[in-house]
């Protein structure tokens, strides 16, 4: 006596999209400005000798490869699904999100280790020149990141890109400062210093979302959303008896599913009939918890026993 059912509302992206989809056209814009002050950094770290901005370009041109790599997962993740692949290529996105965490914790590392190199041996580094290919690098990032903004909080994907470009506006913000030191005092550490400081700023953000992107190739319950908590507004529903294999993952960002087998009164089935129940779930667990794609089993009372043989 097994009833499966699934529904959802027209709320979410369109049909064959993903959330970050929607950012496809703002990523292209990032990704544009991101190599044009790449190309302006490196000339100007040369040009005036400064680690610092060299660094910052260097973070910049793995930026542009994430941003890349997502636009590319974005379009991957819009192909149909099929017989073999039934959620289609949408985990795209968050393998794209999980490559950027490793490029950023590669760039940090690699800045951490050449800011160290130029403790031991300062170079001779030009404050004013540094200046203005800093100040060209901030004003770019600052557009990219008013970009990005909004889509970093609905996709993981948008928000490794978000990250990205969030350290190099720090980053180039810290050329600024250490090139204005150099000028002032003519201290040539500050260059390092400031190297240091974007290798530090990079890393911690780079593990934060390494960790919830880990999180949901584990297929971890969604970020929000409490299991103990769900199975009791399905407990406490009319005609349910018992909830057994509650499950709930992620797909990709804003794609959360859940599974269940409910064990329901036969009485109350007979009286009111599988519909009308599969409705009153879906419609809890959707205005209570944002989960509308679901998938129930319906079972009567015993039916567990049987199925821990075969299926557990």
């Not at 490029?103 to 050449?114: D, I, K, R, S, T």
């Not at 390092?192 to 979302?209: D, M, Q, T, W």
């Not at 929000?224 to 018992?242: C, W």
Request: glycine share 10%.
């Amino acid at each position: 006596m097994g009833a499966g059912h699934e529904h959802g509302h027209s709320h979410g992206p369109p049909p064959g999209e993903t959330v970050t989809a929607g950012y496809r056209s703002r990523l292209r814009v990032a990704l544009a400005i991101t190599l044009a002050v790449t190309a302006v950094e490196i000339a100007g770290g040369v040009l005036s000798g400064s680690l610092a901005l060299i660094a910052d370009a260097g973070h910049m041109a793995t930026d542009a490869l994430g941003l890349g790599m997502g636009l590319l997962a974005i379009h991957f993740a819009a192909r149909p699904a099929d017989a073999s692949r039934t959620y289609g290529y949408a985990r795209a996105e968050i393998l794209a999100a999980l490559a950027n965490c490793l490029l950023l914790l590669g760039v940090g590392a690699f800045l951490l280790y050449e800011a160290v190199d130029r403790f031991l041996a300062p170079p001779d580094t030009r404050g004013g020149l540094t200046i203005v290919f800093a100040l060209i690098g901030l004003v770019a990032n600052a557009v990219s990141l008013s970009l990005l903004m909004r889509g970093q909080r609905e996709s993981l994907n948008v928000r490794g890109a978000y990250l990205e470009v969030l350290a190099d506006t720090l980053g180039s913000f810290t050329v600024l400062v250490s090139a204005g030191v150099i000028l002032a005092t003519g201290w040539q550490l500050a260059d390092p210093v400031a190297s240091l400081v974007i290798g530090l700023l990079i890393v911690p953000r780079a593990v934060k979302l390494l960790r919830e992107t880990l999180e949901v190739l584990l297929e971890a319950a969604p970020k929000g959303v409490d299991m103990a908590e769900v199975r009791a507004h399905m407990l406490a529903m009319p005609g349910v008896v018992d909830v057994h294999d509650l499950h709930a993952w992620t797909i990709t960002s804003g794609m959360p599913v859940l599974s269940a087998h409910v064990v329901v009164d036969q009485d109350a089935l007979d009286a009111v009939g599988h519909e009308k129940i599969l409705h009153e779930l879906q419609g809890c667990l959707g205005h209570h918890f944002d989960v509308e794609h679901c998938t129930f089993q319906l079972e009567p009372g015993g039916h567990a026993e049987h199925e821990a043989r075969v299926c557990h």
